[in-house]
């Protein structure tokens, strides 16, 4: 170690590599082998190998390919036996074909009404390819951080809104996509003050989730406006009349959705 007051030397920086940098190749270590006189390495200059399998040589040029030499001699456009192996790994094996197909059947009464022929119609229609129908350009429903308003995130709450029922603003009507019928509770209708005379019967039963059915026996059809500001949508809407305690008012069906 240097004394106290001695000079700093200078930072010594490695020279880069150039091409006469790489020197000559080492002869190979095993002379004293027999050499085969039939084969020769014009790398190593000797008799122990062919030069198509010198393995020094290979690496000799992969060196100089790395440090900017033979750039040339390169095709590009070609990738490397490591780099397409390595793809091939990453790609996802092919899937499986499935072992069946599990169907899903919508029905109910929104499907041309309760009548046996009505359905049967709906059968029909749901059969005929729809190519060459225009198609409804509708506006995207998109919600924001300004919706969160009230709701503690993360959650898995019901899609809950406000609309107005017969000129009502009514509070608490669930979005249920899964359902084929648009439900007004019995208590939520009353608070309307429509007279119970323009109530329609109804002879098909409402069917549950674990099967017990629910005798539907009257609806009403009335005008429901959604949305807020300039943007809204009106549509006519038969809510079936279901007397049972509900946290809800009404609930909105799927083919309601699809006619705003």
């Known amino acids: 170690m240097g004394a106290v007051g001695d000079p700093v030397p200078d930072v010594v920086h490695s020279e880069p590599k150039t091409l006469e940098n790489f020197g000559q190749p080492h002869a190979n270590e095993d002379t004293g082998k027999q050499r085969n006189h039939n084969n020769y390495c014009e790398f190593h200059r000797d008799h122990s190998h062919d030069t198509d399998n010198c393995i020094d040589l290979d690496n000799h040029i992969e060196d100089l390919i790395k440090h900017g030499y033979l750039g040339g001699f390169v095709d590009k456009s070609e990738k490397p036996a490591q780099e397409e192996s390595r793809i091939e790994n990453v790609r996802p094996p092919p899937r499986a074909p499935p072992a069946s197909v599990i169907h ?3 029905g ?8 046996s022929l009505g359905r049967k119609k709906y059968t029909h229609l749901c059969e005929i390819d729809n190519q060459g129908q225009k198609k409804r350009q509708d506006d995207p429903v998109t919600f924001t ?5 009230g709701v503690q995130t993360p959650h898995n709450d019901a899609l809950v809104i406000t609309t107005k029922v017969a000129n009502f603003e009514v509070w608490r009507i669930l979005v249920d996509t899964g359902s084929c019928v648009d439900v007004l509770f019995e208590e939520a209708f009353e608070k309307l003050g429509i007279d119970k005379d323009h109530l329609t019967p109804v002879n098909t039963p409402l069917m549950g989730f674990s099967g017990e059915s629910l005798m539907l026996t009257r609806r009403i059809t009335l005008p429901l ?3 807020d500001g300039d943007i809204t949508a009106t549509t006519m809407v038969d809510f079936f009349i279901v007397c049972c305690s509900s946290s809800y008012n009404a609930i909105l069906d799927r083919p309601t959705l699809n006619s705003l």
Do not use: N, P, T
């Not at 109910?108 to 009548?115: F, K, T, Y």
């Not at 951080?145 to 308003?149: C, E, N, R, V, Y």
């Open 108 to 115: 109910g009464i929104v499907a041309r009404g309760e009548s």
């Open 145 to 149: 951080d300004d919706d969160l308003q």
């Open 104 to 106: 899903v059947i919508s």
């Open 225 to 227: 406006l959604i949305g």
